[in-house]
């Protein structure tokens, strides 16, 4: 008997999933005949919707419904839980480790495969500034979305029971640098959360929380052009947020955050967003890199001058046919991601049915942005939006681009009932360590002295 085609995608993210499940429905047969596999790679089992993860830290939606399961989307797929560490495509192998790998002290396993799907999207542009490894926190993935939600909420806590003036100034200062989706609509959502939490602190007053924006050009929120970018930046600054452009961070030792305007702020808490690079793994493949460390790509999706592998996404330098200069490449963003994955899929089963190939071309639709909770940017097609209209388009438009009817329904419900009942304003950071008090009881009854 043949062997099957063997797709192998690795990340189950935005391209990944999107990949993976039109291939699912494009194949449907050769699938059920045990003619083709697909087989999806990623060390988490759900794909993370993230443009909801400023609203999961806002509490508006619960973390578990801005993830869809893999498993779930995927039933036709072999959904591998693990991370891909080296790539050999002269090869056609793909170094896995995986949690029984790990377990069994194996270390990691090889997949085969005829067919390659890269698209480990990107991780944080971490600069080397002295403090930031220590102290710095993310916000791409939903642990973090979560642990900073947890975290600032644990900071009004701390600032209404210190008695020490300095502790209690750290406490309520909150530092986050980058100007870009990720960073201005996860400090709007969270300062909207954290001013309507402080009513329920007899001596915590909202004045008494600092908001420090920090960003290094002269903009924010590039993505919604310079007009409605200016405009969140009157937004921001009537709420009492510190926006300071064209400004860095240089230090943050010791809990400092010093920018190169000359100001110091003591704080807990300082979000780093400031751009995303390649994954790492691109560094551990025989596939050719763009100097920026993206894998090269065809229009086609192709990775350039490596037969059966493929790429979209953040992942990808992949030339984007409607600019006016030649040499640019489309943007890492979802509006990319998820188109690019449907054409990357089309031309995977195309080629296995040795038929031409569809050149991915889209024009940025431009985009929206939540400011918090009834405030918004937008500029789309077009038509410029703010205030509340702009706020409602992005729930809109996310809550039609958000995978699976399932979420959608759940995400809708959630908007509902918070728009009934008060925001929730407690903090779950014990969760973070849930053998806490099961070892302070087993630890006490090891105690010589205890009773
Ligand atoms: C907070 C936030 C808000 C955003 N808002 C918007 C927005 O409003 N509009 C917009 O257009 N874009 C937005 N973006 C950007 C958008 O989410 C990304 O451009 C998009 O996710 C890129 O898709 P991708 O498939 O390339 O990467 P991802 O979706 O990040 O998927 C990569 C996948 O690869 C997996 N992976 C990583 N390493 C490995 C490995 N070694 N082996 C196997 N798997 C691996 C990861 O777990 C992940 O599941 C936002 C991003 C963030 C962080």
Redesign the pocket.
Known sequence: MKEPARILV???????MYTALRLQRKLKRELRHGEAQVIV????PY??Y??F??EAAAGSISPRHVVVPLRRVLPDCTVVI????AIHHGKRTATVRTLATEEEGTGTVDIHYDELVL????VSRALPVPGLAEFGIG??TVEEAIGLRNHVLEQLDIASSTRDPDVRDAALTFVFVGGG??GV??LGELEDMARYAVRYYHNIAPEDLKWILVEATDRILPEVGEEMGKYAVRELRGRNIDVRLETRLDSCVDRIAALSDGSRFPTRTLVWTAGVKP?P?LAATDLPLNERGRLKCTAALQVDGAEHAWS????ASVPDLTADRPGTECA????H?VRQAKVLAENVAAALAGQPLTDYEHKYAG???SLGLHRGVAHVYGRKLKGYPAWFMHRVYHLSRVPTFNRKARVLAEWILSGLFKREIVSLGSLENPRAEFKLAADTGRHPGAS
């Open positions: 690795v990340g189950g993210g935005y391209v990944g790679v990623d060390p988490e794909m993370t993230q443009p993860l400023p693990g991370e891909a560490t698209a480990p999207g990107s916000f791409k989706y990720a609509e996860a994954h793994i979209a996404g953040d992942a890492p963003n979802a509006q991601a985009s929206v942005a």
